[in-house]
Structure formats: C-alpha cells, structure tokens
Nanobody, 123 residues
Framework: QVQLVESGGGLVQAGDSLRLSCAAS????????MGWFRQAPGKEREFVAA????????SYADSVKGRCTISRDNAKNTAYLQMNSLKPEDTAVYSC????????????????WGQGTQVTVSS
C-alpha cells in the first residue's frame, strides 16, 4: 500500500513557476514509477509526466515538454514536478500516482493516487 500526498499548488500569474511535491508513505518508494496527471473542469484527466523508479527515464506530454521537469528523491520518498512559464491553460487539479516499476501514460495503469492539488494560472 502506498499513500500519496501532493502539495505546492496555488494561484499564480502567467509566466510564473511552481514546484509540486508528492510525498509517499512506505519503504518501497524506490520500486515505484511515478506519474503526474491533471484534470481541468469539464475535461478528462490527462497525462503530464512520468518517471521511472530510479529516475533515469522520464516522459512528458507534448503540452508541457520544455516547460516541466519531473524528478524524484528516493531518500525522501518524494516526487516533484517543476513547472515553468505557466499558462492559463495549465489550470487544473494536479495529482500524482504510483505504479510498480514501469512508467506509463494511461491513468488506468496506476494503482495509487493522491488527492490532488489545485493549480490556477491567471492571465
């Protein structure tokens, strides 16, 4: 069982930066791939970024590529999403998720989810 808690969301202006954190419980964090997803009002949940258990592999949605960086610190049981040059269309609830070993882009592939943190970008 893995419990995930996100933090770091907030209200920012277009062009600003935010770093989201995802703190995980348990002693096996280093065996889990981590993903970040977002869901805007009236829209389906969409993939943002994913990282392998070691951190050696990352993938990004085209909409955030070059603006976002996913990372992790296995010693702290925490994953991060650094978001730069934020746009109003980035406004959404951002959630982290965990699954064993292999990163994936499909939400259904993940077994554990956090409650989400709101990111609002004003123009």
């Amino acid at each position: 069982q893995v419990q995930l808690v996100e933090s770091g969301g907030g209200l920012v202006q277009a062009g600003d930066s935010l770093r989201l954190s995802c703190a995980a419980s348990g002693r096996t964090f280093s065996s889990y791939a981590m993903g970040w997803f977002r869901q805007a009002p009236g829209k389906e949940r969409e993939f943002v970024a994913a990282i392998s258990p070691s951190g050696g592999f990352t993938s990004y949605a085209d909409s955030v590529k070059g603006r976002c960086t996913i990372s992790r610190d296995n010693a702290k049981n925490t994953a991060y999403l650094q978001m730069n040059s934020l746009k109003p269309e980035d406004t959404a609830v951002y959630s982290c998720a965990a699954r064993r070993y292999i990163p994936a882009q499909a939400p259904a592939a993940y077994d554990y989810w956090g409650q989400g943190t709101q990111v609002t970008v004003s123009s």
